[in-house]
């Protein structure tokens, strides 16, 4: 869909100008059974608000969308950076209900990146290993496999992982894929664990589920801070990205 964000130079005010800008909305009149038609005039309310004024066209950066709700949560609230070539700003955009439009407010400042932490998924292995090998593997030694491969991860480079990463429902946690000298290094460890049969189910299952789908893919979960100055040029934070 097309859209192009302005903001009005003059108030800090932001739109999003997108085809429903024209569109019809219809809600239901639950005392009379029937749909009634509602134009939306989003656009109409900016351009009558901001007659006279200096409107400027912002780029979104796509790449720097943050949220701390998944993709698929209705009610989230989600921060990008945009300019008009000469500054940069932070556009907030979220909505109060379902039913309500979705509101972008500028920021000024930026989206900061303020720790990335990479993390093997502890419950997924352990499920996945019960379910694929038999006889069962003891969970004691399941718990010595987790330390290893969290000892080998922990060697690894989160920003370098992210180069080559499937991103998940959640815009701050990624999937990323573990390379073959860290397997290896994870099999070899895996022979102080278990012997003949067990280590080599151990050794097909790792290999077996390395890839970025596969419960051996490491999680890189970011946190964002949006950073801004208020009048004292003082550097304060207003939103910490948390993660559940
Ligand atoms: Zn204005």
Redesign the pocket.
Known sequence: MQSRLLR?V??D?IINMTEHDFSVEYYYDEENERFIEHPKDDRKSFITG?RG?DIEELRVNKATYVSDRPYSEPLKTGYFEATNGRETFVIKKYRDTIESPITYELINGHIEIVSVELKIQNEEIRRQIRTEISPPISEDKITRLMWVMQRVVSQLNANILLHDSLESDNPLISYCKLDNRSLEDMIELGKDIFEKEEFKKIRDFIYANSGHDGVMAPLVKRQFAIKNFCQTGKRVQVKQGMLS
Do not use: F
Request: charged share 35%; glycine share 0%.
């Open positions: 009005c003059e108030c005010e901001h004024h």
